[in-house]
């Protein structure tokens, strides 16, 4: 695990997760994973309940994780991409990312996604607008739910972890933030369970937008990036 960045700025960052929070994939997540299952393994069950729990680390580690064969990569990508209109945005999410923006805060992405399929999807969705920076599965630290994406996204973005918070829809997304040192909010229209995500860490669990948007405005009229339960 690398060391906290050796340079604080003064800027404060909200780092959000993609799939799952920024948009809604997962149906397409779960048909290129079948397709590349039953194209590399066969014909039984894939273990998609096991998949989607560990969705937002890079796809080679999942396979790993998940005892598979790294030849599922390649197919899974493809089906990935050819899926692609099928996702949807969460265009509420949007609306609170470009309030915290206004408000003056950075913002920036951190997936499990490679590069090439991040960069389709902001381009797509016109995300480039709502972000200063992002980080992705196939950068070179490891990827969640390590914190060296948060701390990436720090250095670049002239950010103390400690004035930064994670927003992510998975376990993985909590548990990468509170080992940055960040703070973190739950969204539970994605993945992850409320009891899940508090047992990761969640400082706040936000049930819809409008709680998102309550638990980061609290953030920032706050020192020391005390989290607030949005009520």
């Given at each position: 695990?690398?060391?906290?960045?050796?340079?604080?700025?003064?800027?404060?960052?909200?780092?959000?997760?993609?799939?799952?929070?920024?948009?809604?994939?997962?149906?397409?997540?779960?048909?290129?994973?079948?397709?590349?299952?039953?194209?590399?393994?066969?014909?039984?069950?894939?273990?998609?309940?096991?998949?989607?729990?560990?969705?937002?680390?890079?796809?080679?580690?999942?396979?790993?994780?998940?005892?598979?064969?790294?030849?599922?990569?390649?197919?899974?990508?493809?089906?990935?991409?050819?899926?692609?209109?099928?996702?949807?945005?969460?265009?509420?999410?949007?609306?609170?990312?470009?309030?915290?923006?206004?408000?003056?805060?950075?913002?920036?992405?951190?997936?499990?996604?490679?590069?090439?399929?991040?960069?389709?999807?902001?381009?797509?969705?016109?995300?480039?607008?709502?972000c200063d920076g992002i980080a992705v599965g196939d950068d070179p630290q490891a990827g969640k739910p390590a914190p060296d994406g948060v701390y990436q996204l720090c250095r670049t973005l002239a950010a103390d972890p400690?004035?930064?918070?994670?927003?992510?829809?998975?376990?993985?997304?909590?548990?990468?933030?509170?080992?940055?040192?960040?703070?973190?909010?739950?969204?539970?229209?994605?993945?992850?369970?409320?009891?899940?995500?508090?047992?990761?860490?969640?400082?706040?669990?936000?049930?819809?937008?409008?709680?998102?948007?309550?638990?980061?405005?609290?953030?920032?009229?706050?020192?020391?990036?005390?989290?607030?339960?949005?009520?």
């Amino acid at each position: 695990m690398p060391s906290r960045p050796a340079y604080y700025g003064s800027h404060r960052l909200v780092v959000f997760d993609l799939d799952g929070t920024l948009i809604d994939s997962k149906p397409v997540m779960v048909h290129a994973f079948r397709t590349a299952y039953a194209e590399v393994v066969g014909r039984s069950e894939a273990p998609v309940d096991s998949f989607l729990r560990l969705l937002g680390a890079p796809f080679p580690e999942i396979l790993a994780r998940l005892g598979l064969p790294h030849q599922m990569y390649e197919p899974f990508r493809a089906a990935s991409r050819a899926g692609i209109e099928h996702i949807r945005a969460h265009e509420d999410v949007l609306t609170v990312c470009e309030a915290v923006r206004d408000a003056g805060c950075r913002t920036a992405i951190y997936t499990g996604k490679d590069r090439e399929r991040t960069v389709e999807i902001l381009d797509r969705f016109g995300l480039w607008r709502l972000c200063d920076g992002i980080a992705v599965g196939d950068d070179p630290q490891a990827g969640k739910p390590a914190p060296d994406g948060v701390y990436q996204l720090c250095r670049t973005l002239a950010a103390d972890p400690v004035d930064t918070v994670v927003v992510g829809d998975s376990a993985l997304d909590m548990q990468a933030g509170r080992a940055a040192g960040a703070g973190t909010v739950g969204c539970l229209w994605g993945i992850g369970t409320e009891e899940e995500l508090r047992s990761a860490g969640a400082d706040v669990v936000a049930a819809d937008p409008l709680q998102l948007q309550t638990a980061l405005a609290r953030w920032r009229q706050r020192t020391g990036m005390v989290m607030v339960e949005a009520r």
